[in-house]
């Protein structure tokens, strides 16, 4: 399915990353055990290199495409 991702969107992780990225100014690297399978996040922006910063309850993080799915 070719879905639109867009800001504002919500959408729910469907796989952990083997680490995290923190989608702040600096990035720091984060254990993947900070979000779990099936917790939702608000898109906050599209960023280079194929990532996504998304809002989640505790803090934002990037995350790419094949990490998460859109909620309908």
Do not use: H
Not at 11 to 33: C, F, G, H, N, Q
């Amino acid at each position: 399915m070719n879905e639109t991702l867009k800001v504002g969107d919500k959408v729910r992780v469907i796989k952990l990353p083997p680490y995290l990225k923190t989608a702040e100014p600096m990035p720091m690297l984060k254990s993947a055990d900070e979000i779990t399978i099936g917790e939702e996040g608000i898109i906050l922006a599209p960023k280079p290199g194929g990532y996504w910063a998304i809002r989640f309850t505790q803090k934002a993080f990037l995350l790419e495409k094949n990490y998460f799915e859109k909620v309908e």
